[in-house]
């Protein structure tokens, strides 16, 4: 399971193309394939209100998005299963891993680096969740030594 398919629309609308892929695992969708096929059916009816409505742009946006998902059909897939994946989480299990994505975006605090140099470490230390995963691998080897 990979995202992929996000690395094709800029940052700031990756966010907005993930909803458009959990609306349907929400409305109670259950396979990838299917997923997919609702992605594309509800984009592309979206599309023919927008262009009905005057509203070129985002009909132009949803049928690029549409394109897109027949051009890269396999990392649509992936993207698909990867949100029937997070669905099926527990809340607490989903704010585990958005803590741990959001550690390893963040950098090592002081504290953190001083007491992994005080453990005796000198490697490169990559980001507090790196860092956090140090402390606990010394820990837990200073235990059993």
Not at 93 to 116: F, G, V
């Amino acid at each position: 399971m990979s995202h992929a398919f996000l690395n094709h629309f800029e940052p700031r609308q990756r966010g907005h193309i993930a909803n458009i892929f959990l609306d349907p695992v929400r409305r109670g969708e259950t396979e990838p394939h299917r997923t997919v096929s609702a992605v594309r059916h509800d984009l592309l009816k979206q599309s023919v209100k927008c262009r009905w409505r005057g509203n070129l742009e985002i009909a132009r946006r949803n049928e690029h998005v549409v394109s897109l998902i027949d051009a890269y059909f396999d990392e649509a897939l992936d993207l698909a299963r990867y949100y029937l994946w997070w669905e099926r989480l527990s809340a607490e299990e989903q704010r585990r891993i958005k803590a741990e994505r959001w550690m390893a975006q963040q950098p090592a605090t002081d504290k953190q680096i001083n007491y992994l140099r005080a453990l005796g470490y000198a490697g490169e230390i990559e980001s507090n969740l790196h860092a956090s995963e140090l402390i606990d691998k010394r820990l837990k080897e200073r235990t059993f030594v």
